[in-house]
């Protein structure tokens, strides 16, 4: 079993900054691509960046120069800063892992998502 946990979603006005932190657990070999996805009400789950292990980043193009991704590969930790918020940054945030088990399957694994709201 795999969990993923996040963290540090809230509330926070426009122009604000925000960051979040998403632990894996469980029974893990190895990590390849982290990353964070959000979905707003209505919308469609999208991309807001990926981190292979390696240190290669992805952003959508909505949050291009205001939000970074890291990752601590050792503590198997990714973490998203996002600065400049805008009213429409406010959706569910959920983090995603590919991971490799012990018994050496891999599979894609999610969090239970984190709540962001930015006020205008």
């Known amino acids: 079993q795999v969990q993923l946990v996040e963290s540090g979603g809230g509330l926070v006005q426009a122009g604000g900054s925000l960051r979040l932190s998403c632990a894996a657990s469980g029974r893990i070999f190895s990590i390849n691509v982290m990353g964070w996805y959000r979905q707003a009400p209505g919308k469609q789950r999208e991309l807001v960046a990926t981190?292979?292990?390696?240190?290669?980043?992805n952003y959508g193009d909505s949050v291009k120069g205001r939000f970074t991704i890291s990752r601590d590969n050792a503590k198997n930790l990714v973490y998203l800063q996002m600065n400049s918020l805008k009213p429409e940054d406010t959706a569910d945030y959920y983090c995603?892992?590919?991971?490799?088990?012990?018994?050496?399957?891999?599979?894609?694994?999610w969090g239970q998502g984190t709540q962001v709201t930015v006020s205008s």
């Open positions: 981190i292979s292990n390696g240190g290669s980043t």
């Open positions: 995603n892992a590919r991971v490799t088990t012990l018994i050496f399957r891999t599979g894609d694994y």
